[in-house]
T-cell receptor, first 115, second 114 residues
Protein backbone atom coordinates (compact mmCIF):
# COMPACT_ATOMS: atom_id res chain seq x y z
CA UNK A 1 0.00 0.00 0.00
CA UNK A 2 0.91 3.64 -0.15
CA UNK A 3 3.23 5.14 2.41
CA UNK A 4 2.90 8.43 4.24
CA UNK A 5 2.40 11.31 1.84
CA UNK A 6 2.83 15.02 2.47
CA UNK A 7 1.85 18.07 0.47
CA UNK A 8 3.07 20.39 -0.72
CA UNK A 9 6.61 19.09 -1.01
CA UNK A 10 7.98 22.62 -1.18
CA UNK A 11 6.48 25.84 0.08
CA UNK A 12 7.84 29.35 -0.12
CA UNK A 13 6.10 31.89 2.06
CA UNK A 14 6.70 35.54 2.67
CA UNK A 15 7.24 36.53 6.27
CA UNK A 16 3.88 37.07 7.92
CA UNK A 17 1.91 34.71 5.69
CA UNK A 18 -0.03 31.74 7.02
CA UNK A 19 0.74 28.25 5.70
CA UNK A 20 -0.95 24.86 5.93
CA UNK A 21 0.95 21.60 5.55
CA UNK A 22 -0.91 18.36 4.93
CA UNK A 23 -0.10 14.80 5.98
CA UNK A 24 -1.83 11.64 4.74
CA UNK A 25 -0.79 8.77 7.04
CA UNK A 26 -0.81 5.10 6.20
CA UNK A 27 -4.37 3.80 6.29
CA UNK A 28 -5.27 2.32 9.65
CA UNK A 29 -2.41 3.95 11.54
CA UNK A 30 -3.64 5.26 14.85
CA UNK A 31 -0.67 7.37 15.83
CA UNK A 32 0.54 10.43 13.94
CA UNK A 33 3.54 12.61 14.69
CA UNK A 34 4.91 15.91 13.38
CA UNK A 35 8.61 16.71 13.53
CA UNK A 36 10.59 19.79 12.52
CA UNK A 37 14.01 19.35 10.94
CA UNK A 38 16.14 22.46 10.67
CA UNK A 39 18.97 22.50 8.15
CA UNK A 40 21.84 20.27 9.26
CA UNK A 41 20.06 19.00 12.35
CA UNK A 42 18.09 16.01 13.46
CA UNK A 43 14.28 16.07 13.53
CA UNK A 44 12.65 17.50 16.63
CA UNK A 45 9.26 16.43 17.97
CA UNK A 46 6.41 18.89 17.59
CA UNK A 47 3.17 17.10 18.39
CA UNK A 48 1.43 13.72 18.62
CA UNK A 49 -2.07 12.47 17.84
CA UNK A 50 -3.79 9.26 18.77
CA UNK A 51 -6.69 9.06 16.36
CA UNK A 52 -8.25 12.54 16.46
CA UNK A 53 -7.00 13.40 19.93
CA UNK A 54 -3.93 15.59 20.23
CA UNK A 55 -2.26 14.04 23.26
CA UNK A 56 1.00 15.95 23.29
CA UNK A 57 1.84 19.32 21.81
CA UNK A 58 4.77 20.12 24.02
CA UNK A 59 7.15 20.53 21.08
CA UNK A 60 5.22 23.26 19.26
CA UNK A 61 7.60 26.23 19.38
CA UNK A 62 4.98 28.95 19.75
CA UNK A 63 1.27 29.61 19.70
CA UNK A 64 1.61 30.41 15.99
CA UNK A 65 1.80 26.64 15.39
CA UNK A 66 -1.42 24.67 15.36
CA UNK A 67 -2.11 21.06 14.33
CA UNK A 68 -5.32 19.13 13.85
CA UNK A 69 -6.52 15.69 12.82
CA UNK A 70 -10.30 16.06 12.94
CA UNK A 71 -11.33 12.64 11.63
CA UNK A 72 -8.39 10.65 12.88
CA UNK A 73 -6.78 10.33 9.49
CA UNK A 74 -5.41 13.31 7.54
CA UNK A 75 -3.59 15.89 9.62
CA UNK A 76 -2.79 19.53 8.95
CA UNK A 77 -0.04 21.58 10.54
CA UNK A 78 -0.78 25.28 10.33
CA UNK A 79 1.73 28.04 10.95
CA UNK A 80 0.39 31.56 11.34
CA UNK A 81 2.36 34.73 10.65
CA UNK A 82 5.42 32.80 9.48
CA UNK A 83 8.86 33.96 10.59
CA UNK A 84 12.26 33.22 9.05
CA UNK A 85 13.12 30.88 11.90
CA UNK A 86 10.21 28.67 10.80
CA UNK A 87 12.19 27.68 7.69
CA UNK A 88 12.74 23.94 7.98
CA UNK A 89 11.59 20.58 6.71
CA UNK A 90 8.40 19.42 8.40
CA UNK A 91 8.16 15.66 8.65
CA UNK A 92 5.06 13.63 9.35
CA UNK A 93 5.18 10.06 10.63
CA UNK A 94 2.54 7.48 11.44
CA UNK A 95 2.51 4.19 13.31
CA UNK A 96 0.08 1.39 14.10
CA UNK A 97 -0.32 2.37 17.71
CA UNK A 98 1.42 3.40 20.87
CA UNK A 99 3.00 0.10 21.81
CA UNK A 100 6.65 0.68 22.52
CA UNK A 101 8.76 -0.39 19.59
CA UNK A 102 6.16 0.17 16.89
CA UNK A 103 7.92 1.55 13.84
CA UNK A 104 7.20 5.10 12.74
CA UNK A 105 6.89 5.48 8.98
CA UNK A 106 7.97 8.87 7.70
CA UNK A 107 6.73 10.92 4.80
CA UNK A 108 9.09 12.80 2.45
CA UNK A 109 8.55 16.06 4.28
CA UNK A 110 7.54 19.57 3.31
CA UNK A 111 10.40 22.02 2.90
CA UNK A 112 9.22 25.44 4.07
CA UNK A 113 11.25 28.49 3.15
CA UNK A 114 10.21 31.82 4.65
CA UNK A 115 11.57 34.85 2.83
CA UNK B 1 14.43 13.57 29.83
CA UNK B 2 16.25 11.69 27.15
CA UNK B 3 18.95 12.75 24.71
CA UNK B 4 21.08 11.33 21.93
CA UNK B 5 24.62 12.29 20.94
CA UNK B 6 26.13 11.28 17.63
CA UNK B 7 29.88 11.72 17.51
CA UNK B 8 31.04 13.13 14.20
CA UNK B 9 28.72 15.10 11.95
CA UNK B 10 30.59 13.83 8.87
CA UNK B 11 32.31 10.51 8.20
CA UNK B 12 34.27 9.64 5.07
CA UNK B 13 34.98 6.01 4.23
CA UNK B 14 36.42 4.21 1.24
CA UNK B 15 34.25 1.77 -0.67
CA UNK B 16 34.71 -1.65 0.90
CA UNK B 17 35.91 -0.29 4.24
CA UNK B 18 34.21 -0.59 7.62
CA UNK B 19 31.48 1.91 8.43
CA UNK B 20 31.24 2.86 12.14
CA UNK B 21 28.77 5.48 13.32
CA UNK B 22 28.71 6.30 17.02
CA UNK B 23 25.63 6.95 19.13
CA UNK B 24 25.37 7.52 22.86
CA UNK B 25 22.09 8.07 24.65
CA UNK B 26 20.73 9.07 28.01
CA UNK B 27 17.39 7.89 29.26
CA UNK B 28 15.75 7.64 32.65
CA UNK B 29 14.03 4.39 31.73
CA UNK B 30 15.09 1.39 29.63
CA UNK B 31 15.11 2.82 26.15
CA UNK B 32 14.12 1.64 22.75
CA UNK B 33 16.76 2.66 20.22
CA UNK B 34 16.59 3.18 16.49
CA UNK B 35 18.81 3.98 13.53
CA UNK B 36 17.27 5.75 10.55
CA UNK B 37 18.78 6.64 7.17
CA UNK B 38 17.81 9.70 5.14
CA UNK B 39 18.61 10.07 1.46
CA UNK B 40 18.45 13.55 -0.12
CA UNK B 41 14.92 14.95 -0.37
CA UNK B 42 13.43 11.82 1.15
CA UNK B 43 11.93 10.91 4.48
CA UNK B 44 13.58 8.75 7.09
CA UNK B 45 13.78 4.99 6.60
CA UNK B 46 14.23 2.61 9.52
CA UNK B 47 17.48 0.63 9.39
CA UNK B 48 17.09 -1.28 12.65
CA UNK B 49 15.75 -1.06 16.18
CA UNK B 50 16.59 -2.34 19.65
CA UNK B 51 13.58 -3.28 21.78
CA UNK B 52 15.16 -5.09 24.76
CA UNK B 53 15.57 -8.46 23.09
CA UNK B 54 18.97 -9.40 21.64
CA UNK B 55 21.65 -6.78 22.20
CA UNK B 56 23.10 -7.29 18.72
CA UNK B 57 20.55 -6.12 16.21
CA UNK B 58 20.72 -6.79 12.48
CA UNK B 59 19.03 -4.45 10.07
CA UNK B 60 18.58 -3.86 6.40
CA UNK B 61 21.34 -3.32 3.83
CA UNK B 62 23.93 -5.19 5.90
CA UNK B 63 23.90 -2.83 8.89
CA UNK B 64 23.95 -3.95 12.49
CA UNK B 65 24.16 -2.26 15.88
CA UNK B 66 25.06 -3.38 19.38
CA UNK B 67 23.32 -2.13 22.50
CA UNK B 68 25.77 -1.69 25.39
CA UNK B 69 23.97 -0.62 28.53
CA UNK B 70 27.18 -0.08 30.53
CA UNK B 71 28.42 2.36 27.92
CA UNK B 72 24.98 3.80 27.07
CA UNK B 73 25.90 3.26 23.44
CA UNK B 74 24.23 1.95 20.30
CA UNK B 75 26.87 2.18 17.59
CA UNK B 76 26.02 1.31 13.97
CA UNK B 77 28.38 -0.73 11.81
CA UNK B 78 28.62 -2.21 8.34
CA UNK B 79 31.60 -4.37 7.42
CA UNK B 80 31.98 -3.16 3.84
CA UNK B 81 30.76 0.22 2.60
CA UNK B 82 28.99 0.54 -0.72
CA UNK B 83 28.55 3.69 -2.75
CA UNK B 84 24.81 3.49 -2.12
CA UNK B 85 25.44 3.91 1.63
CA UNK B 86 26.17 7.61 1.11
CA UNK B 87 23.40 9.30 3.10
CA UNK B 88 22.66 10.86 6.47
CA UNK B 89 22.15 8.58 9.45
CA UNK B 90 20.19 9.39 12.59
CA UNK B 91 20.17 7.61 15.93
CA UNK B 92 16.97 7.99 17.95
CA UNK B 93 15.64 6.97 21.35
CA UNK B 94 12.13 6.44 22.66
CA UNK B 95 11.06 5.89 26.25
CA UNK B 96 7.37 5.45 25.66
CA UNK B 97 6.34 9.03 26.31
CA UNK B 98 3.86 10.77 23.99
CA UNK B 99 2.95 7.67 22.06
CA UNK B 100 6.61 6.78 21.66
CA UNK B 101 7.85 10.04 20.23
CA UNK B 102 11.42 9.86 19.01
CA UNK B 103 14.32 11.99 20.23
CA UNK B 104 16.97 12.20 17.51
CA UNK B 105 20.66 12.87 17.48
CA UNK B 106 22.12 15.52 15.22
CA UNK B 107 22.90 13.07 12.43
CA UNK B 108 26.06 11.83 10.72
CA UNK B 109 26.56 12.37 7.01
CA UNK B 110 28.45 9.49 5.36
CA UNK B 111 30.55 10.05 2.27
CA UNK B 112 31.78 6.96 0.41
CA UNK B 113 34.90 7.36 -1.69
CA UNK B 114 35.49 5.06 -4.66
Amino acid sequence: GAGVSQSPRYKVAKRGQDVALRCDPISGHVSLFWYQQALGQGPEFLTYFQNEAQLDKSGLPSDRFFAERPEGSVSTLKIQRTQQEDSAVYLCASSLGQRLGYEQYFGPGTRLTVT
Amino acid sequence: AQSVTQLGSHVSVSEGALVLLRCNYSSSVPPYLFWYVQYPNQGLQLLLKYTSAATLVKGINGFEAEFKKSETSFHLTKPSAHMSDAAEYFCAVSDGAAGNKLTFGGGTRVLVKP
